[in-house]
């Protein structure tokens, strides 16, 4: 997840707490040391208390695609001046073993998902739905509805990526489908046939050309730790069953 950290005309500087909250990482602020969930963004103790980051909308990829959609974006480096070297992962044998979970007990232990498995965790209001991995397959265009907001969420495996649109487009609702004759960096909405760039959610060719898909926040996770914070969530199933519960939701 992506915030912005400005609160209240202040912007603040966060660091690594050290401290854990339901298996998940807490930030501080130095300015008032006040403790941040960032699963939520919410302060949850000190003089923010209460207080909640604005999430900006973020997407999970490889530097190859994004460098592709973004030829200009300046990367951190990993050159600290410290001397150190960092070629080894230090988290690569707890993402392995998939009976490492966290150092506390689950909140909310839920069998629907294995604990380790990755989804895309999605909140909008008092909605919130997880979008497996393992249930997406090699390349997904998945049209959904959250609450009151159409929703397409994109994966593809073999890229790494995963990134949320509204799909709604000057008051009017589309459905994206793969655009088998431009590849999986191209889709296609079925009403006026636009094809669409998958990064970006830009209209590059057709009736809608110009226009662009607004981004929804998004958090890649373990499914442990965003069913601890979000014990409601609906899950998405596999592709036979997501088609019924599309057209269901399509037709509401």
Known sequence: MVYSRNIDSETLEFGVSGKLLWN????????????????????????????????????????????????????????????????????EAYYQDPLKIGLTPQKHPDVRIPPKDQVVGIKLGEEAKAFPFRY????????????????????????????????????????????????DSYMRDKETNTLWLVLTGEAVEGGLKGKNLQQIPIMVSFWFAWIDYFPETKVFQDAEQSTQDNLQNLAR
Do not use: C
């Open 24 to 91: 998940a990482l807490l930030m501080f602020d130095r300015q008032t040391h006040s403790l941040w969930t960032h699963i939520t963004g919410e302060a949850i103790s000190g003089k923010l208390k209460g207080k909640a980051l604005k999430e900006l909308p973020s997407t999970h990829t490889t530097w190859q695609e994004w460098k592709k959609a973004n030829p200009t974006t300046l990367i951190l480096s990993k050159d600290d001046g410290s001397g150190r070297r960092y070629n080894k992962d230090p988290y």
């Open 136 to 183: 997406m397959g090699n390349f997904s265009i998945i049209n959904d509805r959250l609450g009151e907001v159409r929703i397409v969420v994109i994966y593809s495996k073999g890229r790494k990526t995963a990134i949320v649109f509204n799909r709604t487009v000057d008051g009017r609702d589309l459905s994206f489908e793969k655009a088998e004759d431009a590849g």
